[in-house]
């Protein structure tokens, strides 16, 4: 084990934190031991904080915290939980998808972050074996209350991807219109490389919003 490490557990947070930065910004290989002697400090901060900032991470080491993430999906720490979905987004890992549908449904807005990790998820990871509980969960987030309006967003520009239905776009050129954050947002997330015009009609899915031309005749 890297020997700076050893007695992190009892350090308090500030030395903790910043040796996990330290050994990130040397951009050292851990060994796979290391990664997952961190993945299980109990301060879930300090692991948070590592999987923002490491990045030298082999095939072997990927598949290890993909089976992490895998078995911490149910974890009560939700915002640790969100982290651990956007870093499977980034890396591509595959992950339950039926377990990330469920975690869309909430009754509170206290869990909306994690909401937002879970879109994210399924933007990039589109499987139409899941179609049925993928279009009737992205609906439910688009038609309730209890949802952010940027959820209700990417909810609605991953429906109208599969779908191509008039309603859905209308409904995210409802959300941009009402208020400049949404825009803003909305501007963030055409930025990915799935809206890349190789692959995506952009221009003419701009077009389509900037006129209100929703026929899609």
């Not at 975690?103 to 589109?126: G, T």
């Amino acid at each position: 084990m890297n020997e700076r490490l050893i007695n992190i557990e009892k350090l308090n947070f500030i030395e903790a934190h910043k040796i996990i930065l330290q050994l990130c910004e040397d951009k050292i290989h851990l060994s796979l031991d290391d990664i997952s002697f961190i993945l299980n400090l109990k301060e879930k901060e300090l692991v948070e904080s590592f999987l923002k900032e490491y990045a030298h991470f082999h095939q072997k080491e990927l598949l290890y915290i993909e089976n992490f993430i895998n078995s911490n999906l149910e974890h009560e720490n939700k915002e640790f939980l969100s982290d651990l979905i956007y870093f499977a987004t980034d890396f591509g890992l595959d992950i339950s998808y039926s377990k990330i549908l469920e975690l869309l449904i909430i009754d509170a807005e206290d869990n909306n972050f994690l909401v937002l990790a879970s879109l994210q998820y399924l933007n990039k990871n589109i499987k139409f074996l899941y179609i049925d509980a993928l279009l009737e969960n992205l609906t439910y987030i688009r038609d309730h209350e209890v949802y952010h309006q940027n959820e209700q967003l990417l909810a609605s520009l991953i429906l109208f991807r599969i779908t191509h239905k008039p309603d859905y776009l209308a409904f995210v050129k409802e959300l941009i219109e009402y208020d400049e954050s949404n825009l803003e947002f909305f501007n963030n997330s055409i930025k990915d490389d799935m809206y890349d015009g190789k692959y995506f009609n952009i221009e003419s899915f701009l077009g389509i919003l900037k006129t209100g031309n929703l026929s899609l005749d």
